[in-house]
Every structure is written in structure tokens, then in C-alpha cells.
């Protein structure tokens, strides 16, 4: 069974902070993907990634960096934290090969920016 | 732009019956695919189903149907025989090809149906 795994399920940081989230895929998947998700607002792609040290900007990156040392693990930085980011973060992993193949999700980290 | 529009914020169905969620799309890319994916309360995304733009007939997984009209551009999710368990959070979503095998994922706003006993 593909697992994503995520570094917490709830944060609770104050504005101004820096926030780190950790993603880590266990299916050896070239392709690497940060979401947030807002009410009515469905998921949308902060970052993605291709490769170890390959990073791409998605729809929303302002506020956000990302790191990929290793093929396994996609972080997602908030370098200062406020209160607009307060949301649900998704990271997703999918393989290269394969027309059919749909992203896998971890289970989510909920962020409150107080 | 829109790439994946969703016109349905919430549903209610009666349990046992179908139900049609609508999702249409843009795109210029030949290929692509259309997924939808399940999210519960509990907030974990689950996939249901894949139809990829070349594929001639419309797929189906269990009780899901995908109702693919290409010219249409639309990909709308049928659920046969509704159940309590099927009340949740459903999202449609686009895969774009990019060069070097780089894959992009846009998603709509979501539909949230309401199963009723």
C-alpha cells in the first residue's frame, strides 16, 4: 500500500513564526505536490516537484518555500507565518509512468496561525 | 480561468438512489485525465475513478460511473444506489502532461452531498 505520511495532524503557530511540514513517501514517486484547501475554495497547488532538487511554482506560492533533499521527502516552509495561512495542508506524491496513476494523499495537517 | 468547474456546492440525495455530481473542464492539451476523489469528514482524499481523455468508453468502479462527454467537456460522477456512508466531500480533478514527464493536478471547488435516510 502506497503511504504518505505527514509530520503532524494539528499545529497550532503564532504570527510571525517560522512553520515547517514534512511530507514523506514511501513509493519511491518522482513527482511530489503541496496543497492548502479553504472552504469553497476546493485544493489549491502551492508547490510541486519532479525530481530530488526540482521544485515548480504552483497557482498560490506567495508566503511559501519548498525543499526537496531527498527523493522521499518534500517540505513545505511558511518562512513567517500569519494569519491568512491559517488552512488545511495537503501533500500528494504520484509516479511518472502510468496514464491512469492518481496522486495519493497524506492524511492532512490542519494549521492555526494565532 | 476556471479549469475545473464544479456549479454544485452541496446535494442532498434520498439513500438507494443515484445521484449525478457535474464537473466540466478546460484544457487544449490532447491528453490529459479527469479523476474524482472522495473526502469524509475525516479529511483523507480517497480516489474513486480515472477516465482518460483517449478512452473510448465511460469508466466505472463499483457503484461509480463516470458520465465522460468529450466534446462537452464534461466528466460527471455518478453514484448508483446512494448510501449513509457516501455523504461527504467530492472533488473532480484535471491531470495536465508537461514536458519531461511533469504532471500538474487541478482540482474544482468540491461538491458536498448529503445522504439521507
Known amino acids: 500500500d502506497v503511504k504518505v505520511t505527514q509530520s503532524s495532524r494539528y499545529l497550532v503557530k503564532r504570527t510571525g513564526e517560522k512553520v515547517f511540514l514534512e511530507c514523506v513517501q514511501d513509493?519511491?514517486?518522482?513527482?511530489m505536490f503541496w496543497y492548502r484547501q479553504d472552504p469553497g475554495l476546493g485544493l489549491r497547488l502551492i508547490y510541486f516537484?519532479?525530481?530530488?532538487?526540482?521544485?515548480e511554482k504552483g497557482d498560490i506560492p506567495e508566503g511559501y518555500s519548498v525543499s526537496r533533499e531527498k527523493k522521499e521527502r518534500f517540505s513545505l516552509i511558511l518562512e513567517s507565518a500569519s494569519t491568512n495561512q491559517t488552512s488545511m495542508y495537503l501533500c500528494?506524491?504520484?509516479?511518472?509512468?502510468?496514464?491512469?496513476?492518481?496522486?495519493?494523499f497524506g492524511p492532512g495537517t490542519r494549521l492555526l496561525v494565532l | 480561468a476556471q479549469k475545473i468547474t464544479q456549479t454544485q456546492p452541496g446535494m442532498f440525495v434520498q439513500e438507494k438512489e443515484a445521484v449525478t455530481l457535474d464537473c466540466t473542464y478546460d484544457?487544449?492539451?490532447?491528453?490529459?485525465?479527469l479523476f474524482w476523489y472522495k473526502q469524509p469528514s475525516s479529511g483523507e482524499m480517497i480516489f474513486l475513478i480515472y477516465?482518460?481523455?483517449?478512452?473510448?468508453q465511460n469508466a466505472t468502479e463499483g457503484r461509480y460511473s463516470l458520465n465522460f462527454q468529450k466534446a462537452r467537456k464534461s466528466a460527471n460522477l455518478v453514484i448508483s444506489a446512494s448510501q449513509l456512508g457516501d455523504s461527504a466531500m467530492y472533488f473532480c480533478?484535471?491531470?495536465?502532461?508537461?514536458?519531461?514527464?511533469?504532471?500538474?493536478?487541478?482540482f474544482g471547488t468540491g461538491t458536498r452531498l448529503k445522504v439521507l435516510a
Open positions: 500528494a506524491s504520484s509516479p511518472t509512468t502510468g496514464n491512469k496513476e492518481t496522486q495519493y
Open positions: 513509493m519511491d514517486h518522482e513527482n
Open positions: 516537484s519532479y525530481d530530488v532538487k526540482m521544485k
Open positions: 484544457t487544449s492539451d490532447p491528453s490529459y485525465g
Open positions: 477516465q482518460g481523455s483517449y478512452d473510448q
Open positions: 480533478a484535471m491531470r495536465e502532461g508537461g514536458a519531461s514527464g511533469t504532471y500538474k493536478y487541478i
